[in-house]
């Protein structure tokens, strides 16, 4: 079958044949129908020799969907054909996080060497993808693979972030998206279909800008020096209730800090390698940061409803295959509206 591959450090991933994958016990081979690129694929291949973890060659893809099309000896509850989405952050299912279905966080992954498809395992940018658990599928249903695939990160992220961050988002507060991507863009419609606050949206591109207004955005604006300045007049120089950082750039998180209300909750989603002190006399009184990662099993389930009920949706480019290297290079210029989804 066809994958596309990071090969080499620095150098760009590309389409290479490598053999079919086979499922063994317990395991289950999808035929993918949709694989989203995230900057933090981008972010893997900027890493030098020294820091980079994942292994060589790696099958990109950490957001997948598919249909199934092998099941391993003793797998139950799946039928061949059905259409499901890929729960990426693969845990070893039976720590007290995993049980919680927060296998985002289980303690015993790392130990064990477990590590999610694209990030480690071979991912879903290939025309199959082993699935080393079905607990890790989670049934699409009538929904369109290639429009939902990126719910898998661009959504569960944003959505774990603000669900933790709900009691705080009441009508009349303020919710600042910083970054208005993959991640962003699905994270302000998540926050419009399930608070009250009015949302203020941040980035540094006039397109991005014009996209946070279209998916619901109440104000949207450049995000520099002038920022935390605008910020405080739309809130009456209260700050920020909530503040959910896709960038996580120094100049970013410390933006954050600056806009905070007192009791404000900032998440620093991003992963571009900013940190925020919090004390007094720095952040306003009682500020909580805190730096989430990925979502829980049932919390995709939660986000595929919003997405069934018509209150979420991914805006996407789509590539084939061969054309995923192009999808990359435009994700590292900026250049991609929403998410680009390859389909194999
Ligand atoms: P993206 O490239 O699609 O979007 C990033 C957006 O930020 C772009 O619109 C860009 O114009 C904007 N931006 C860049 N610099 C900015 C600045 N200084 N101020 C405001 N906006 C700025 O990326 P994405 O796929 O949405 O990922 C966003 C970040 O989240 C990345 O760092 C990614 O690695 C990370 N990520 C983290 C998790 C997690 O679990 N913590 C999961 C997925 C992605
Ligand atoms: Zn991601
Ligand atoms: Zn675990």
């Given at each position: 079958?066809?994958?596309?591959?990071?090969?080499?450090?620095?150098?760009?991933?590309?389409?290479?044949?490598?053999?079919?994958?086979?499922?063994?016990?317990?395991?289950?081979?999808?035929?993918?129908?949709?694989?989203?690129?995230?900057?933090?694929?981008?972010?893997?291949?900027?890493?030098?020799?020294?820091?980079?973890?994942?292994?060589?060659?790696?099958?990109?893809?950490?957001?997948?969907?598919?249909?199934?099309?092998?099941?391993?000896?003793?797998?139950?509850?799946?039928?061949?054909?059905?259409?499901?989405?890929?729960?990426?952050?693969?845990?070893?299912?039976?720590?007290?996080?995993?049980?919680?279905?927060?296998?985002?966080?289980?303690?015993?992954?790392?130990?064990?060497?477990?590590?999610?498809?694209?990030?480690?395992?071979?991912?879903?940018?290939?025309?199959?993808?082993?699935?080393?658990?079905?607990?890790?599928?989670?049934?699409?249903?009538?929904?369109?693979?290639?429009?939902?695939?990126?719910?898998?990160?661009?959504?569960?992220?944003?959505?774990?972030?603000?669900?933790?961050?709900?009691?705080?988002?009441?009508?009349?507060?303020t919710a600042v998206v910083i970054?208005?991507?993959?991640?962003?863009?699905?994270?302000?419609?998540?926050?419009?279909?399930?608070?009250?606050?009015n949302i203020i949206a941040l980035?540094?591109?006039?397109?991005?800008?014009?996209?946070?207004?279209?998916?619901?955005?109440?104000h949207?604006i450049?995000s520099?020096?002038a920022a935390a300045g605008t910020i405080r007049d739309l809130t009456h120089g209260l700050g920020a209730d909530?503040i959910?950082?896709?960038?996580?750039?120094?100049?970013?998180?410390?933006l954050a800090?600056v806009i905070a209300a007192?009791?404000a909750?900032?998440?620093?989603?991003?992963?571009?390698?900013?940190?925020?002190?919090?004390?007094?006399?720095?952040?306003?009184?009682?500020?909580?940061?805190?730096?989430?990662?990925?979502?829980?099993?049932?919390?995709?389930?939660?986000?595929?409803?919003?997405?069934?009920?018509?209150?979420?949706?991914?805006?996407?480019?789509?590539?084939?295959?061969?054309?995923?290297?192009?999808?990359?290079?435009?994700?590292?210029?900026?250049?991609?509206?929403?998410?680009?989804?390859?389909?194999?």
């Open positions: 079958m066809k994958a596309l591959q990071y090969l080499e450090i620095g150098a760009p991933p590309r389409v290479v044949t490598v053999p079919d994958p086979e499922p063994g016990p317990g395991q289950v081979v999808i035929k993918v129908t949709a694989a989203g690129a995230c900057h933090s694929d981008e972010f893997i291949m900027s890493l030098s020799a020294e820091q980079y973890i994942y292994g060589l060659p790696l099958t990109l893809g950490h957001e997948g969907a598919g249909t199934v099309a092998a099941l391993g000896e003793g797998v139950e509850h799946l039928r061949i054909g059905e259409s499901v989405a890929v729960y990426g952050p693969w845990g070893c299912g039976h720590c007290h996080n995993c049980t919680e279905g927060k296998e985002n966080y289980c303690t015993n992954a790392a130990a064990l060497g477990i590590a999610p498809p694209g990030l480690g395992s071979p991912g879903a940018m290939a025309e199959y993808m082993l699935i080393d658990s079905p607990r890790h599928l989670v049934p699409l249903g009538d929904l369109d693979p290639v429009k939902s695939v990126s719910l898998t990160d661009a959504g569960l992220t944003p959505y774990h972030a603000i669900k933790r961050s709900l009691p705080k988002l009441g009508a009349g507060s970054g208005a991507g993959g991640l962003g863009h699905v994270g302000i419609q998540i926050i419009r279909a399930m608070t009250g606050a980035d540094v591109s006039e397109e991005k800008l014009a996209l946070a207004r279209e998916v619901g955005a109440h949207a450049l520099n020096a909530a959910f950082d896709f960038v996580g750039a120094q100049a970013t998180v410390d800090g007192v009791e909750e900032i998440s620093i989603v991003g992963i571009a390698g900013g940190a925020l002190g919090v004390g007094i006399q720095t952040t306003a009184w009682d500020v909580a940061v805190r730096a989430p990662y990925w979502g829980s099993r049932s919390e995709l389930i939660e986000v595929l409803d919003l997405a069934r009920a018509g209150s979420i949706g991914v805006e996407i480019e789509t590539f084939s295959l061969d054309e995923a290297p192009r999808a990359y290079e435009l994700l590292h210029q900026g250049k991609i509206r929403g998410r680009a989804v390859v389909v194999p």
